[in-house]
Structures are given as C-alpha cells and as structure tokens.
C-alpha cells in the first residue's frame, strides 16, 4: 500500500497494476482479520490491476491475472456459491485464450489444472477434461520437450503426475477406458521409453565423434573407480601389524575418491545425454495408439495385457483382450486401493522389510503376497474379465513392479483350459497347485493359471516387437549362446550345475566365459557384440544400488563392474541379441517413483537391443537358481516357448522333493564333493608351504594369496553342500516362493 503512493495508476500505470497484482495474492494469503473481507479485497485488486492489464495492451499479463482471479473466485465466501463458481469458470476459460500449451505452457498448465480441478470436483468429467485436463497435458508434454535433460523432464511429470490421475480418473468414470489405457501409458516409464528410442537410433554403431569421445571418458571414469575398489579391498584384507599397508585413513580417502569420480561420471553422462536427438533435437517420441497396442496381441487370441494404475483413490487394472468385436478394453476396479493404501502398504510391507531384514522378508512373504492378492480382487478378476484366456502381459505401476505375480495366491475357480501353445507349439504340461495354507481355501497361484510375461509399458513391449516383427522371439540354437559362468569364482555350486546345460545346449567352449581367468569385462562385451551370439546366460553375482539406480552392476572377473549406465550408453549397443537369462542377483529390482520410471540391469539389456529378458526380482538362493535355470533349458529343449518353460520351471520347482534332489542331482551333488575334497586339499598344501616361507619371501604374498582363495573356495563348497544335504531331507524344499517366483520374463515369448 505504501508502494502505491508512488507507484501511482496515473504516473506508472505498468509498475501500479503489478503492485495490484501482488497486494491481491497478499489479501488472498492473508491470516489475520476477517478472511470474507480479504477475499473481497483481493478480488477488487485483481479488478483494478485489470484496467491497465487489459487484454489488448498486455495479452499475457491480462490472463495470467484471470486465472489468478479465477482461484480467488473459488475461495470466495460471500455472494451466491453457484455464481461465484461460474465466474471462475469464465475468468479461467478466457485466460486460456491466451495462454496455451504451445506459447506459455507452464501458466497453461496452471490454469487448465485449475479448471480441471474445478469441473472434477463438480462432477462434471467431460468438461473437466475438455477445457482442463486435456490442455494441461498438452502443456506438460511440451515442457517435457524443451526440457534439456533428463533430470527436467522426470521432474516436469513429477510435478504433474495429479493432472493424468484426475484425467484417467475421468475417462474411467466416462467408460472410455481405452483412452485411460493410453492415457496411463502417456504417464509412465517416459525416461525409460525416450532412452529405448535413442538406443535404436543408433542400434547400427553409427555414433557421432563427439559422443564416442565422451564415451570413452566415461569407460575411463568406471575403470578408475573399478581399480581404487579393487585397491581397496585387496589393501584392506592385508594383516593387521606392520604390514598393514591400508589404514583407516587411506580407505576414507577412497570412498571420497570414488564419491568424485562417480559425480564425474554422472555429468560426462549428461553431456552424453545432451547430445541425444531425442534430448538435443527435441524430437517428441509419438505415443501409442489404441491400433498400436492392440497390435500387440492381435495374432494371440487367448493373451490378455492387463495394465496397472493407483490414483488417489483406487487401483485400476486395465483388461485388453480379444472380444467378439475385436480387441476391447475393459476395467477392473480394486476398491480404496489408492497410491496411498496399496503402493504405500508395498513399501512399508515389502521393499522396507527386504532392504532391513532378508530373513524376516522371506518368511513374510507368502501372507504378505496373500495380503496383497486380496488387495487386488484377483479372484474377481479372473471370474469377470480372464476366461478362456492363458497367457498375460503384465504392466506394473510403481511399487507393484517389485512383486512376483506368478506367486499371487488365487482360488482354483472356476478351472482354466489346459494352456496349449500356437500353431506349431508343444502342449505345456500342467503340474498340479500346491496347497498354501489349511483353511486358506487357497490351492493356486496365479502363475499356475496363466503363463506370465511383464513389461514396463506397452511402449517398450512395442520396441520388442519392432525389433523382431513378431511377437515371439525366434528359438536360439545352441551354437548362437554364449554364457558368463561364476565370474568371480566363488559359487561352485553354479558352475557346477550351469555345465551340464552347457553340455546339453551345446554351447561351444570358445563362447562360455568361466571363472576369473575369462569373465572379464573385455570378455563380456566382445561376446555380447559378436553377431552370431543370440542368446547370452550371464550366472554369477550382481546387485541393484536403489539409492543411485544407473551404479547398479554385473559383477565380474578382476572385480570389474559392468553398470546400468554403461548398458544404457550409446557404446554398449547388442542388436544381435535376442534372449538374455540374468540369473543373478537383483537385475530386476529398481528404484520405483510416481513417474514409474523403475530402470533396472534387466532393462538396460533390453535399452541395448535384447528382444526378451528374463532376470531376478531378489537376491536368490544359489542351488534353486541353478536348479531352476536346468528346469528352464529342460523345457525349451522340448519346444516351450519362453514364457510356457518359465512357467513349468516355476512348477517343477515347487514340487520337487528332497527325495527326487538326491536322486537326480547325484552326479552334481558328487562333484561338488570332489570339488570340495580337492580344495581341502589344495588348502592344506598351499598352507604347509605358507609355514615354510619367510614373510620376506618373494612368493610369500602369492602363496598366501592362493591359500586364502582355497580357504574361501572350500567354505563356498561346505556351505553348497550342506544345504544341498539339507534339502535332501525336505518334502519340498523349493515351495515357497522365495525360490522360484523372482524370476521372471520381459519382452517377447
């Protein structure tokens, strides 16, 4: 007000009005005094900052203060509700007369959320979503272009994630699900989707100089971070005493050496990604189309997609399927099952527990994926929506993304045709369910009824499909696999049990890597280049970092690390690459977040060209995941497409008993024996010689280094073979679900 007396209408008509502007937000904000009066005064500023801030002379500031008397009409307490209401409606709409998505998005954006807003809470869905929600999605889409890197867009969708809620909110209620499915593909995965579409761009290794030289920098970055950690954990497993070469100090420095590095390598993968067409150029990668995703499954008939989405109010999940009128969409509704009931409960139930207490998980898991089945209705699902159909393609929303579905608990009614595959494709073999629970009334899994797949979006899943032109992935014959065996050296237990499917595949010795000799990550990468490798089985540690999702990694060879970013780069391109099994640990965990962008090892494989990838949820036990991988390879060799022999494996795991362990692993169970025989041996001699040495010897350190290997090997091979013995004594050993539900199948069949 004091500004005012100098700032005058008359002297400085321009200065005055904004003034006007501010004192109105003042009296709208203000707590003291009586609040109907602020309100008033806030709308007669408004007014007055209107005289000079007219349509004609100042366009955009005109409608920006509409839209901000709009709200104050929305607030206001005195005169008649209904016209205050309408007033808004009027100051908002003429607002965005002015203000649109392609001129002045994010004041577009403000404003159409404002009306849509407005419409949504009157009920009033159709208008909310013509004068509002859809405008504001337009303005959102293009911010997301302008934006410069990916942190921006991720954060543009963030910010906005309520309007495509209450926008697919609206189509629901609408009945138009078919534009909430490809509005709820609009909402997810977009980082993931943009980095896919860049990957294919350069799929033929024409990338321009100026990206290799950071690529290179950025390969150089991940070797010195790779040496200082091998440093470091050498130097420290020294003997305590004089020759204690790594102290305390020296270790601190190097966790703040590394720490440098890695932000060095996050902004040389900026740069990188600024360089991007998709980033650069602002090319706008074209979203799907309801003929787009119905193509999907056009040519299987008993497939259904069933897509994912928590608002704030409940999960829908969405049914595409062949009907009698072609391919529908329907909706299924999991009542008061908000982001906040269902995706929440996930993470205090599930992800929380796995990170702080693995033994408390595990034990936890069946009643929790019964908790979380009857969230879900599945039972309902199933009778209304899932009849006659056999195979699913499942998209995940957020949290939902971690869960394995093959083990959601269901009822066995009503019974399902016997899955049979397409033309030319073997019969599955059905085992039958295992009983979860007296009094359950439970006697099924889901992955029991329908073989499984799962995608991040329908998007990615048509990058799959572009890349084969089909919707399965042609059978690899064993001269086309490659395999990356115990690359660290240290599970015995699945080498051993990975060489007898090598054996029987056929996989030539030159293109298995195995052990510490030859898993490096030279090795890795050549083989995953060489045209004639199809199908890549990588069986050795990993591990997902969900504090930092890009220095997730695949551990190898000389302790290398083959990260999510390096796969993710425009360096690393596998366009030979059909099918690639991660049996490892966690290279299908990620970080989830609202914008369902879940980046995990699993898809930086299918980023790098990999049509279907079939990778862990967990840290999985080290017997069952060789077991598994030799039922798995079973059932492809009888002619199951992926999913089919993912789903008998998944069975067969379940009911094998400890008795048909002992009877038909003998022959690994005997090696590892031998092996273990061997190692003690091998570690008796190293450590006889070690007495004989002189700390001052020239072979001292190897021979201490060879004892500590035969030490740990040994340990490895006792620990292998008292699980394998206890195993032996179980009925079924492998029926929970921690043993065979973290593997799972993206992309293709």
């Known amino acids: 007000q004091q500004s005012l007396t100098v700032r005058t209408q008359a002297a400085m008509p321009v200065e005055w009005a904004t003034t006007m502007m501010n004192l109105a937000t003042a009296y709208r904000n203000r707590i003291r005094g ?7 005064d806030a709308i007669a500023a408004y007014q007055q900052s209107l005289t000079v801030r007219t349509q004609a002379a100042m366009p955009v500031e005109w409608a920006t203060t509409m839209m901000n008397l709009a709200n104050a009409y929305l607030n206001r307490i005195r005169g008649d509700k209904a016209q205050n209401i309408e007033d808004a409606i ?25 009306l849509g807003n407005l419409h949504f809470t009157q009920g009033d869905w159709q208008r909310a979503l013509d004068e509002g929600y859809t405008l504001a999605i337009q303005a959102v889409e293009q911010t997301r272009t302008w934006a410069s890197s990916d942190e921006r867009k ?18 629901i209620n609408l009945e138009q699900y078919r534009e909430a499915i490809l509005l709820s593909e609009q909402a997810r995965s977009r980082h993931l989707v943009d980095l ?3 990957a294919d761009l350069y799929k033929d290794g024409n990338i321009p100089l100026e990206i290799q030289q950071y690529l290179e920098e950025y390969e150089s970055l991940q070797q010195q971070i790779d040496q200082l950690r091998r440093q470091q954990r050498s130097d420290s497993g020294q003997l305590a005493g004089t020759h204690l070469r790594f102290t305390l100090q020296d270790q601190e420095a190097v966790k703040i050496t590394v720490k440098d590095l890695l932000q060095k390598k996050a902004e040389v993968w900026r740069k990188i990604r600024a360089k991007d067409p998709v980033l650069a150029e602002q090319l706008e990668v074209p979203h799907l189309d309801f003929d787009q995703l119905a193509k999907l499954i056009a040519d299987q008939p008993t497939t259904a ?12 999940i969405f049914v595409v399927r062949h009907g009698e009128t072609g391919i529908t969409c329907d909706v ?26 693995f033994d408390t998980w595990m034990e936890q898991m069946p009643q929790r994926l019964r908790d979380l089945a009857q969230r879900l209705q599945l039972d309902q699902l199933i009778i209304k929506h899932l009849q006659g159909i056999q195979d699913l393609i499942l998209i995940p929303h957020i949290f939902l993304h971690l869960i394995p579905f093959a083990a959601l608990p269901v009822s066995p009614h009503p019974p399902t045709p016997s899955p049979t595959g397409g033309e030319g494709e073997p019969e599955a073999v059905i085992l039958p369910s295992p009983v979860l629970g007296e009094g359950s ?61 090598a054996q029987r595949l056929q996989i030539p010795d030159p293109q298995r890597l195995r052990g510490p000799q030859q898993a490096t990550l030279t090795n890795y990468r050549q083989l995953t280049q060489t045209p004639h490798i199809r199908a890549l089985h990588s069986i050795h540690h990993a591990g997902s970092d969900l504090e930092n999702p890009m220095e997730s990694a695949l551990l190898l060879a000389n302790r290398d690390r083959l990260t999510l970013g390096q796969l993710m780069a425009p360096g690393w391109r596998m366009p030979h690459l059909i099918e690639v099994f ?9 970080r989830p977040n609202v914008t369902d962008d879940i980046v995990t090892l699993s898809t930086g494989f299918l980023c790098a060209g990999a049509r279907v990838v079939i990778s862990t949820l967990w840290s999985v036990d080290a017997l069952a995941t060789a077991l598994f991988c030799d039922f798995y390879y079973q059932f492809r060799e009888k002619g199951c497409d992926r999913p089919t022999a993912l789903q008998q494996a998944q069975q067969a795991m379940q009911h094998l008993s400890g008795e048909q362990l002992k009877t038909s692993y003998d022959a690994l169970y005997q090696q590892l024996q031998q092996q273990q025989q061997q190692a003690d041996q091998n570690r008796q001699d190293y450590r006889k010689q070690l007495k004989s040495l002189s700390e001052s010897h020239p072979d001292y350190s190897q021979v201490k280094k060879r004892l500590e290997y035969w030490t740990r090997l040994k340990n490895d091979l006792d620990n292998a073979l008292y699980w394998f013995e206890k195993y032996q004594n179980q009925d079924q050993p492998f029926a929970s679900p921690y043993y065979w539900s973290g593997f799972v199948c993206q992309g293709l069949r």
């Open 441 to 501: 009334g439970v006697r099924a899994y889901l992955g029991d009824k329908f073989r499984l797949r799962v995608v991040p979006s329908a998007q990615i899943l048509k990058y799959c499909h572009d890349r084969e032109n089909s919707g399965m992935a042609p059978t690899v014959p064993g001269k086309g696999f490659g395999s990356v065996e115990d690359a660290t050296g240290d599970r015995p237990i699945v080498a051993s049990g990975f060489e007898q499917i």
């Open 196 to 198: 896919m579409a860049t």
């Open 332 to 357: 299924h509704r999991c009542e008061k099952q908000s982001k906040q009931e269902l995706q929440l409960w996930i993470a205090q139930n599930w992800l929380i527990p796995y990170k702080v207490d």
């Open 582 to 590: 991660l049996s490892c640990c966690e290279t299908n965990l990620g």
């Open 90 to 114: 009027a100051a908002y709409q003429q607002s965005l007369t002015i203000l649109t998505p392609a001129t002045n998005p994010y004041d577009c954006l403000i404003a159409a959320r404002g």
């Open 154 to 171: 991720q954060e543009v969708l963030e910010n906005a994630i309520g309007v495509y809620d209450n926008a697919l909110q609206c189509y």
């Open 305 to 316: 997609i069933l897509s994912f989405y928590s608002t704030n109010d409940h999960t829908y």
């Open 34 to 40: 009586d609040k109907a009066q602020n309100i008033e």
